[in-house]
């Protein structure tokens, strides 16, 4: 168990912090210039996930689970600060106290995220290592939500005379809408017994979809890279949806692996 558990965290605490230090760049570029206060705090919080990441590479599989235990909790702080950052940004942009670059729906997801960043270092520090049939449905609907929400970016910030690259985006969008629904509907049923044999099948669809848009997205950031396509998207913030999607395929592989072995 104590083997699991600083496996488990260490691989949560460097995957997400890196995540959370890119959400910070993302939307220290989508400001205005008069907006350096904001800018100031995204700029810290990359500061602060670049003291994490340091830390966490004088950890190792061997660490002692109870430095590990308090490194979830000081992680954990972390992540909570810069969820309420996050809210803080969306509320202002909501209430058209600042005009910004940051689409609301961007700022609502990556502050998504964080909380689930968060939730899952609790998690961890109270013991649960492997998922349960209710936790799987509930990580499916947070990443089906999640990838959806990725279509929905790529199709905005593409140039619109990128017209097919353009159409793939939103035809993803309405896929993974559609999963989500379905999770969700899966989720009101959790209660039956019956529903349990349906999570493989659930699983291996998504799974299907997801390697689908991780391969489009893989294309995307390459051309990208390239310069052989017309956007406002960041390369950098084309690799990091792409490695989203990664872990999401990492994720099916760990609740298939639990539900052969239960």
């Known amino acids: 168990m104590n083997h699991s558990f600083v ?31 904001l800018i100031n705090e995204a700029r810290q919080f990359i500061a602060i996930f670049e003291r994490i990441e340091e830390k966490l ?20 702080q972390a992540a909570a600060s810069i969820w309420a950052y996050k809210r ?26 964080a909380a689930y960043f968060a939730n899952r270092l ?29 279509a929905k970016f790529i199709g905005h910030l593409l140039d619109p005379s990128e ?21 969700i509907d899966l989720d009101s049923m959790r209660p039956q017994s019956e529903t349990e044999p349906l999570l493989d099948q659930f699983l291996d669809q998504n799974r299907v979809s997801v390697v689908s848009l991780r391969d ?4 995307a950031r390459d051309l990208i890279e390239a310069c ?18 990664e872990r999401f395929i990492e994720i099916i592989d760990l609740f298939e692996a639990s539900l052969t072995k239960s």
């Open 7 to 37: 496996a488990r965290s260490l691989d949560e605490i460097q995957f997400w912090s890196r995540i959370m230090k890119e959400h910070s760049l993302f939307l220290s570029l989508g400001f205005t210039y008069e907006q350096q206060q």
């Open 57 to 76: 590479s004088r950890f190792s599989l061997n660490s002692d689970p109870q430095q590990v235990k308090a490194f979830n909790i000081e992680v954990y």
């Open 88 to 113: 803080k940004v969306l509320g202002l942009i909501l209430s058209c106290k600042i005009l910004t670059n940051n689409m609301p729906l961007l700022v609502d997801h990556i502050s998504r995220e």
């Open 122 to 150: 609790k998690e961890l520090n109270e013991g649960k290592i492997t998922p349960l049939p209710d936790a799987i449905v509930e990580e499916n609907v947070f990443f089906l939500r999640i990838m959806a929400d990725h």
């Open 163 to 183: 017209r097919k690259l353009v159409d793939q985006a939103r035809e993803f969008s309405h896929d993974f809408d559609q999963l989500l629904f379905q999770a």
């Open 216 to 219: 489009f997205k893989k294309t």
């Open 228 to 245: 052989r396509i017309k956007s406002n998207i960041h390369p950098l913030l084309a690799d990091h949806t792409f490695r989203e999607a």
